[in-house]
């Protein structure tokens, strides 16, 4: 099953970009990368999903490239509430198992 | 709007004294998750039920176990709680699709503290 590697941490400013990058050596060919958010004391937030290429929805856009061993979270403008834990996850086709990595800690600053 | 909701969302609880937490889903879901997470920590998942079929991962301890009386309720039974079962326990639903992503929908948690 496939692992993620992420930064334990970012700081950033407010209005900056931010790219969390993941890394996912071992993904399967049918496996679905996926960010979700967590606040504190609150249940993770699914963020944005794809397979291939890029993604984009109204808060970020995913890019993974064409070996698909890592992608990247970016998060447009960000603001303080931004400020959040990330997580990276590779959905294995069929399995029901979903392995959170260590999660990247973003800290948005005024 | 479709959800999934937890009950209580603060609970405590003594050494010892078996509790129960509740999760219910309006999502229609076939597939119903219980993670924990500790303080800093990534959820880890405990099991799941596809439909009535539960699938318990190995490294859970059997202090844990979990009923699916139907497909909105779900509920993770602590046995024993001792003070390392302290954490945020989360649900978790998916649709169960077999072809393209299985999306998870968390709820928001429910905090549990052992005295």
Redesign the interface.
């Given at each position: 099953l496939a692992k993620t590697t992420q930064p334990i941490s970012m700081d950033s400013y407010e209005g900056q970009e931010v790219n969390i990058t993941c890394s996912h050596n071992n993904i399967a060919t049918n496996d679905?990368i996926?960010w979700?958010q967590q606040f504190p004391?609150?249940?993770?937030?699914?963020i944005i999903?794809g397979?291939k290429t890029k993604v984009t929805n109204e808060v970020a856009s995913l890019f993974i490239p064409a070996d698909r061993k890592s992608s990247t979270l970016s998060l447009p403008r960000v603001s303080l509430s931004d400020t959040a834990v990330y997580?990276c996850l590779v959905?294995f086709?069929?399995t029901?198992?979903?392995?959170?990595?260590?999660?990247t800690r973003l800290k948005v600053l005024a | 709007d479709a959800m999934?909701i937890?009950n209580p969302r603060y609970q405590v609880t003594q050494f010892g004294k078996p509790v129960t937490l509740s999760c219910s889903q309006t999502l229609n879901h076939n597939?119903m998750?219980w993670y924990q997470q500790k303080s800093s920590q990534?959820?880890?998942?405990l099991f799941?039920y596809?439909d009535k079929d539960f699938?318990n991962e190995a490294d859970t301890p059997d202090n844990f176990q979990s009923r699916r009386p139907n497909t909105s309720f779900c509920f993770l039974d602590i046995r024993s709680p001792g003070l390392g079962d302290a954490a945020?326990y989360?649900c978790?639903t998916?649709s169960?699709r077999?072809?393209?992503?299985?999306?998870?929908?968390?709820?928001?948690?429910t905090?549990l503290t052992v005295l």
């Open positions: 679905y996926t979700y004391s609150q249940g993770p937030r699914f999903q397979y997580y959905i086709s069929g029901y198992k979903y392995i959170f990595g260590t999660g | 999934v937890q597939v998750y990534a959820p880890k998942l799941h596809y699938n945020m989360l978790a998916s169960g077999t072809s393209g992503p299985d999306t998870q929908y968390f709820g928001p948690g905090r």
